[in-house]
């Protein structure tokens, strides 16, 4: 099941595999708003309105419950469907779209009252833990709860809530909100159901057709319930499939160049609840599960940074890191950088006027800039676009500097299934071509020259940081290999490479740089340059690169068994307990104690891992569970809800509640919304998307002239009742427009992209690719100006797949 | 011209092949030019073979970077790997041309205040230029304490945004620095 | 090899092009435009699917200098024929058998130059000669070409003299007519083996056309000049053959490739089917300049230009028609779903 | 050993990948940037610089094996190439034997004795082979002989990512082809059927070496429903001519006698 993704345009060489199972008899089904090149091939095309998906999972939800498809089994030992919730809980049903905890006044949920009965509340985990403001346990107080009712009868039980919840997503309730008829969604519904339990399993994949959204998270959260349902999480061919679209934006994940975490996910110091190592880690350390082992993590990263200077007697020099205290992600930092509260900036391999959103306030930030640091292969639109047009009036300094390509150096990738994959250096970088890794070593080489002589405290970190990283070549180029051995981890005493996560201790005898990649050069191997051809080895394919964690390829695998630890069925054997070795074994690295058997109940009162009962499978929760309700880490509700989009040309079927009440908006000039439901002036729905034969922002294709001439102009496509109401010629220019601007392209008047048929009328939608600029060899409007500044509670991702528009004949007036 | 040469040119002429050979129709053998006996793929010729991944989507395709004279001279497939068993899209099959392409810069730019166009400036004056900048930024933004009392040890006048096409050891120098720096606003394509 | 315009945009300090297409010249300025017109979005309704009504064949790349060299090749052969067969008259028509060794020999000279003059790598014409390949009417036509060149040049060099000499020129000049009969024919079968609907559908009835066309064409050559009565006689009686054939040749033609009404369509229409109308009204003109009883020697100058204007509308008429039907992917498609050849092909 | 492609286009996602891979190992350039309108087809067509050439049709019927919200539709895609054919119209014009046929069983055409005399261009039933006006020569999928010389696959089969172009050696492709089409049409995809698998079913080329599956008319994909390869009737025209040149010497004799009689 293939939904907020178009995988066969986007990831051509996964889809590969699609059709693999297809051959084999698998059945694809494509759930989007266009017919793409995965719908032409997919056995079932869904086309539904953009903006609407959770309506139709939670449809699919409601489906299986109240037709009893659901795996029981399953359902009863790995999800939390037996916990009970707390007393205070109160559901969307009571509150008119609303759940218990909504305060009006600051816009925040208090997610107290979403608790296990008997847990204590917690505030989220999410990335915004500290918007509310409010110091308190995070991880700390993550426990079992005190009650469940294995019969899943008590009204208060998750599996009851879960039902009452979405009793409401009926299938003529989906044919309201999606325009999906109730014959399609049924068969939908009973193709997954037919092809999951002990012998079938179904796999969903998703891409940023379900992140770029104001209620991002819950559209995936709607998905992980579905699986847990049917049995198809931890087990082979199910899961839910993040497709990602970059080389390593996963690894930049992993290690995180993101203002929140630090690298293998764990939190940033945090402003508000400041009390120094550690309260940091009393807050971070769960008392059962294994984020009880936090404390080893921390401290290892600290190590692996300060080195010698970091100590037990200064609490590794934690308190020499920055804190934060609010959101500072990407649309934040843009906004205090229009506001001219930004001096230097860095864009390194990044377009954001192009590939981000809202490229005009995108420019305004930069104009506002001291100076601007830009890498890539050639000068971008954003290094240029923002000055050009007024050059006389924009002082903001840029330096471009020319970036080496990946055949020009070491280094790893980490892909979307968190394989780590060596790639070498084929030749030298030319002229003054650099790798980021050269930038980074020689200007912090500089820095600490520069600072070299202070004695003040904000230059403790810098001064302690462990820089001396060796260096090859003619150009001094740092050893990628002897980064990537500082990131797997070392012991103190003697430098040997630790074998993985389980040797890392918080007593500063082991440095670390993430935890999570820590066993990739264990024995000083290079895992990731591992190649031992698929051919010979098993379908796992162990040897080919790493996988974090320890070199797993699929995780919770422990539910690919039973509680007693047999293989559900022969056909989808994938790990199973050994009663005769007494140990986990099968296809891959078990992800569970590997000693710990099925019949294991842990202790009163254990902590930590062996809190975990050896029937457990999900070993990061505190309650080894899946949670098909989230007590914590959201802020935006415990189970997903459907609510429109920003932008939308309906008002909520479902609830009063009309957009997420936890959004995240820029109520400013420069980024205006387009609120009213039926304002005429955008009446349609605007989805971005991209195509095979380009890439994003069009900085490594539009340059190609191989890839150039497949798609060489900006084109909008409309449906053949659309160009006719609106008079578009097919071939001929259309002017785009949205709240924050207008855009220029050529009309492809297609089928694939269908009116949608609601109660109330009909919608039309407009689709447009974002692969287009201003520089390069071919050019075009960016989609991505119409795209304002709103996002998810959770992760601040930007709603870019769903918001409204007008169209019409000729092009636009204003010039670039 | 001798005689025999003539008669060794002769020899060399199709027709005569043909002839010789008793071919009248002349669609294959007696029709091959020398340079078509010699053809073999250029891969062949290479230097060095290198093991490599594709730079664009998530997927992690294997590739083959061909060397010569220390120039590539074709990025193709890897079959042994087991997510792409040699395949690319189009965006990894012309990898060649993004990395060998004319499209690439090969010097520092620099564009100065109120500046209507770029000059080139040496590399390492370049990173100097930025290494200062970076320093008066961040000795005139520092923030050590929030009104209310709580430390923030911090910087708010840098910030990075980073493409996901950068390796992981260099994700891992980026937040290193920076964030010893006392930057918080590092962020990355992973969040867009 | 690569460069800034040349379409891989290879910087050459990085890579190598060294595949088989790197060779490949290209023009300076912007690659070649395929295709600028935007098409209809769904292939268009009526007489049949196509693809966006693409072509599905490539157009013929050759120029004006092929249809010239049709005629001249005709003509020349004609004319050896001709000169052949006076060859055998003995005496009286000796000056006239010359001559047409003579136009045989220039007509070969000049048809060579036109040949070479279309050909995309001019400096490899000696590359005709390479291979002898029976199944390229081209390449048959090729070694008739030279030799009938080579002969009726030897035989017009040794026209004056005496002997033995003298017996050498004649029989290059026998030869030199015997070979001029298949060049003034096979360039009709050259355009037949090819897939262009129109010329493929003519297949049988263009040799027809093209050898009635060279002895017209011939005809009105000698017309053009002054002739001895005898001659002028032959020449009359030749010709007035000549267009009289063509004539009901070009019916032929028109009948065959009429059969379907796509394939048959170039010659009604456009410049082809303008064209295909002068050739026949420029013939019969020239016949009927050529009957008028009262022989004067401004109606054989009418005869004679008329006749060669319509011998040369008419291989422009055939080459126009040939380029317009190898655009129209109706005329191939209907031409092979005809009854005939219907087969298993949904 | 006789080598080729089974082209699947019910399996084809057109991602072009081989239109590049093309490209990329034959280092060909572009053939300009145009919009064309032609659903996300913008190359038009196989020419002298575009080897590989995947076409995109958006159809007002459905697929037997797909259900849709759309009804009535389905988009086709199919990557066209040189068919090699047994019968090969361009090799069998071409006067100067640039063109020949190598010991895989494909036509290769050689650049370095082409002389651009154009004739091949007429005599391809598909529209493959063209000329580059700017280049004076011929060009065409060479099936890539050069790799085929080091026991590679070729680019563009190797580089497909859904085994949509297959490449082997002709009669187990021949097998594959039909047991393919014997599993569609087992799903119930009955108006799949194979395009010049073999000499009977297409008598005019005596077969392609590169043969494909489709769901509809050829026309539809732009195919000659029938081709024939020209010199197939090459006969009848020579004969014609034949004909015509006794015609001629007869005509020219009877002049000649003819005129004794007439009076000075």
């Known amino acids: 099941m293939i939904q907020g993704s178009n995988m066969a345009e986007c990831h051509p060489v996964g889809f590969r595999w699609v059709m693999e199972a297809k051959a084999r008899g698998a059945k694809v089904v494509h759930v989007d708003p266009r017919f793409t090149r995965t719908s032409a091939v997919a056995d079932l095309h869904v086309p539904l309105r953009a903006g609407s998906d959770i309506a139709f999972l939670g449809g699919l939800v409601r489906y299986i419950l109240e037709e009893d498809r659901w795996f029981r089994d399953y359902v009863v030992h790995y999800t939390n469907a037996a916990a009970l919730v707390s007393e205070d809980f109160r559901d969307t049903e009571e509150l008119d779209g609303l759940f218990s905890g909504w305060d009006a006044e600051s816009g925040h949920y208090d997610p107290s009252s979403w608790a296990y009965e008997g847990a204590p509340a917690s505030v989220p985990t999410a990335h915004r833990e500290t918007a509310t403001g409010q110091p308190g346990p995070e991880r700390s107080k993550h426990r079992k709860p005190s009650r469940t009712d294995p019969t899943l009868q008590h009204p208060r039980c998750v599996f009851q809530v879960l039902r009452r919840h979405f009793a409401r997503y009926t299938p003529e309730m989906v044919e309201e909100v999606c325009g999906v008829p109730r014959a399609l969604f049924l068969r939908v519904a009973e193709t997954i159901c037919a092809n999951s339990g002990r012998e079938r399993t179904t796999a969903f994949c998703y891409a940023v057709g379900w992140t770029q959204h104001t209620i991002g998270v819950q559209y995936i959260r709607t998905a992980a319930i579905l699986q847990l349902l049917l049995g198809n999480v931890g087990r082979p061919g199910g899961g839910i499939l993040a497709l990602r679209g970059h080389a390593s934006i996963q690894g930049s994940t992993d290690i995180p160049t993101l203002y929140n975490l630090l690298p293998g996910y764990l939190p940033m110091r945090k402003a508000q609840a400041d009390g120094g190592l550690a309260a940091y880690l009393e807050r971070n350390t769960a008392e059962t599960g294994w984020w009880h082992e936090f404390p080893k993590y921390a401290v290892s990263l600290l190590k692996a940074w300060f080195g010698a200077a970091a100590t037990a007697v200064n609490d590794y020099l934690f308190d020499a890191l920055p804190a934060i205290d609010g959101d500072h992600s990407h649309m934040a930092m843009v906004a205090a950088m229009a506001d001219g509260k930004v001096k230097g900036y860095f864009l390194m391999g990044e377009n954001p006027t192009v590939g981000s959103m809202h490229g005009g306030l995108q420019r305004a930030a930069l104009r506002k800039l001291d100076w601007v640091v830009v890498r890539d292969f050639a000068v971008t639109e954003s290094a240029e676009d923002f000055w050009r047009e007024a050059p006389e009036e924009v002082e903001t300094e840029v330096f471009f500097f020319p970036c080496a390509a990946h055949t020009e150096k070491d280094g790893t990738f980490t892909n979307t299934q968190r394989l780590l994959q060596w790639h070498h250096k084929a030749v030298e970088p030319p002229g003054d071509c650099r790798s980021e890794l050269h930038f980074m070593l020689h200007l912090g080489r500089r820095l600490k020259a520069l600072y070299a002589g202070s004695t003040d405290a904000k230059d403790r970190a810098l001064q302690a940081l462990t820089w001396d990283y060796p260096t090859v070549g003619p150009y001094e180029e740092p050893d990628a290999a002897a980064v990537l051995a500082e990131i797997n981890g070392y012991r103190v005493a003697d430098g040997a490479p630790v074998a993985g996560f389980g040797e890392l201790a918080a007593d500063g005898s082991t440095a670390c740089g993430c935890w999570i990649y ?49 293989p559900w069925s022969e056909r989808k054997r994938y790990v199973w307990w050994d009663e005769a070795a007494g140990r986990w074994t099968g296809h891959d690295a078990p992800d569970f104690p590997v000693d710990r058997a099925p019949s294991y109940r842990p202790p009163r009162g254990a902590r930590g891992v062996a809190a975990i009962g050896g029937a457990d499978p999900f070993v990061m929760q505190s309650d080894g569970r899946g949670w098909l309700f989230a007590p914590n880490g959201l802020l935006d509700g415990p189970l997903p809800t459907h609510y429109e989009p920003q932008e939308s040309p309906i008002e909520n079927p479902l609830y009063p509640q009309q957009r997420n009440p936890a959004r995240l908006e820029w109520r400013r000039r420069d980024n205006p919304y387009h609120r009213a439901a039926g304002d005429p002036r955008y009446p349609y729905v605007l989805t971005t998307y991209r195509l095979t034969e380009h890439h994003t922002a069009g900085a490594m294709s539009r340059w190609l002239s191989w890839l150039a001439e497949l798609q060489p102009e900006l084109f909008c496509e409309v449906s053949p009742e659309l160009a006719a109401e609106k008079g578009l010629a097919h071939g001929g220019w259309a002017t785009i427009s949205t709240a924050r601007t207008a855009i220029e392209a050529r009309v492809l008047v297609t089928r694939r992209l269908p009116a949608i048929r609601l109660k109330g009328g009909v919608v039309h939608q407009i689709g447009l690719p974002y692969h287009w600029g201003s520089k390069g060899r071919v050019r075009g409007d960016a989609a991505n100006e119409l795209i304002g500044f709103v996002a998810d509670p959770n992760v601040s991702i930007q709603e870019s797949k769903a918001l409204t528009a007008d169209i019409a004949p000729g092009r636009r007036s204003r010039s670039a | 011209m001798a005689p025999s040469k003539i008669l060794d040119a002769l020899s060399r002429w199709p027709v005569a092949r043909q002839l010789r050979d008793g071919d009248w129709t002349a669609l294959a053998g007696p029709a091959r030019s020398p340079r078509t006996e010699a053809l073999a793929p250029r891969t062949e010729r290479a230097d060095r073979v290198v093991r490599s991944v594709c730079p664009y989507c998530a997927v992690g395709c294997g590739q083959l970077v061909y060397v010569q004279d220390e120039r ?61 900048r970076v320093k008066a930024a961040r000795e005139a933004t520092w923030e050590e304490r929030r009104a209310d009392g709580p430390p923030l040890h911090r910087t708010m006048g840098l910030a990075h945004l980073g493409g996901a096409t950068l390796d992981d050891e260099e994700n891992y120098l980026i937040k290193k620095l920076f964030t010893a720096l006392g930057v918080v606003q590092i962020e990355n394509q992973a969040r867009i | 090899m690569s460069g800034p315009d040349d379409g891989r945009y290879v910087d050459p300090e990085l890579g190598l092009l060294l595949g088989e297409g790197a060779a490949q010249r290209i023009a300076a300025g912007e690659a070649r435009e395929i295709w600028r017109d935007v098409a209809a979005s769904l292939p268009a309704p009526g007489e ?177 000049g002054s002739l001895r009565p005898r001659e002028a006689r032959v020449v009359r009686a030749f010709g007035i053959a000549g267009k009289a054939a063509e004539l009901a040749a070009i019916a032929a033609v028109e009948s065959e490739a009429g059969r379907v009404e796509r394939v048959g369509r170039p010659l009604r229409e456009g ?76 | 050993m006789a080598v080729g492609f089974f082209t699947d286009t019910t399996v084809c996602i057109g991602c072009k990948a081989c239109e590049v891979a093309c490209k990329e190992w034959n280092q060909l350039p572009d053939d300009g940037f145009h919009f064309t ?225 007439g009076r000075g």
């Not at chain 1, 990731?528 to 162990?542: F, H, L």
């Not at chain 4, 190797?158 to 050696?169: V, Y």
Request: proline share 6%; charged share 20%.
């Open chain 3, 48 to 224: 049949g699917p196509t693809y966006y009504d693409r072509p599905v064949l490539k157009e013929p790349v050759w120029i004006w200098s092929v249809p010239v060299y049709f005629w001249t090749g005709g003509t020349m052969g004609a004319a050896l024929a001709l000169g052949g067969a006076a060859q055998l008259a003995g005496a009286e028509l000796r000056p006239f058998v010359r001559r047409c060794r003579w136009v045989g020999a220039v007509g070969g000279a000049a048809s060579a130059a036109l040949l070479i003059h279309d050909l995309g790598r001019p400096e490899r014409f000696h590359h005709m000669l390479r291979v002898f390949r029976p199944t390229s009417p081209m390449s048959v036509g090729s070694w008739v070409l030279a030799a009938a060149s080579t002969l009726a040049g030897g035989a017009a060099l040794l026209g004056r003299r005496r002997g033995l000499l003298r017996g050498a020129g004649d029989l290059a000049g026998l030869g030199a007519a015997l070979l001029g009969l298949p060049l003034a024919g096979y360039t009709a079968v050259l355009v037949g083996n090819t897939a262009v609907p129109v010329w493929l559908a003519a297949r049988r009835s263009l040799p027809f056309l093209f050898i009635a066309s060279s002895m017209s064409g011939a005809a009105s050559f000698f017309d053009l």
């Open chain 4, 37 to 261: 309108g032609m659903s996300y087809d913008n190359t038009a067509a196989l020419g002298a610089s575009t080897w590989r050439h995947v076409s995109f049709v958006e159809r007002p019927v459905a697929l037997s094996e797909q259900l849709t919200g759309l009804g009535q539709f389905s988009w086709l895609m199919m990557s066209d190439v040189c068919k090699h054919c047994q019968r090969a119209g361009c090799l069998e014009a071409c006067p100067t034997g640039a063109i020949l046929r190598t010991e895989h069983d494909t036509v290769y055409v050689q650049p370095d004795i082409c002389n651009g005399c154009g004739y091949c261009v007429t005599a391809c039933p598909f529209g493959v082979i063209d000329r580059r006006e700017d280049d004076g020569r011929a060009w065409k999928c060479t099936l890539c002989y050069d790799r085929l010389r080091g026991n590679l696959t070729p680019a563009c089969a190797k580089a497909c990512p859904t085994d949509s172009i297959q490449f082997g050696e002709l009669d187990e492709l021949r097998e594959r082809a039909a047991r393919r089409l014997a599993v569609l049409h087992e799903r119930g995809v009955g108006e799949a059927w194979l395009y010049g698998a073999d000499a009977a079913s297409q008598p005019g080329t005596g077969g392609l070496n590169a043969f494909f599956l489709l769901v509809d008319k050829p026309e539809v994909y732009n195919l000659p429903p029938e081709p024939v390869v020209p010199t197939h009737r090459a006969g009848e025209a020579w004969g014609a001519m034949a004909l015509a040149a006794l015609g001629m010497a007869a005509a020219a004799l009877g002049s000649v006698l003819a005129s004794r009689s």
């Open chain 3, 271 to 346: 410049v082809a089917g303008a064209l295909w109308t002068a050739a026949k009204v420029l013939t019969a003109a020239s016949l009927a300049a050529t009957l008028l009883p009262r022989r004067s020697r401004r109606a054989g100058l009418a005869a004679g230009l008329l006749g060669t204007a319509g011998a040369l509308a008419l291989r422009f008429a055939v080459f126009h028609a040939g380029k317009a039907s190898s655009r129209d992917p109706r005329a191939t498609f209907h031409q092979q779903r005809l009854p005939s050849c219907e087969t298993s092909t949904p």
């Open chain 2, 72 to 132: 590539i001279t074709d990025i193709e497939g890897d079959p042994d790997s087991p997510i792409s068993r040699g395949c690319l899209c189009p965006k990894g099959a012309a990898t060649f041309q993004l990395v060998t392409g004319s499209h690439r810069v090969k010097t520092v730019l620099y564009r100065g205040p109120y500046g209507t166009s770029w000059e080139t400036i040496p590399l390492e004056r370049a990173m100097d230029m930025v290494a200062e």
């Open chain 1, 518 to 566: 820590s066993g990739c050069c264990a024995g000083g191997e290079n895992g990731p340059a591992r190649r031992r051809p698929a051919g010979e080895q098993s379908w796992v394919a162990p040897d080919w690169g790493w996988a974090w964690p320890a070199n797993r390829r699929l995780l919770y695998n422990r539910a690919s068994a039973d509680p007693e630890g047999r």
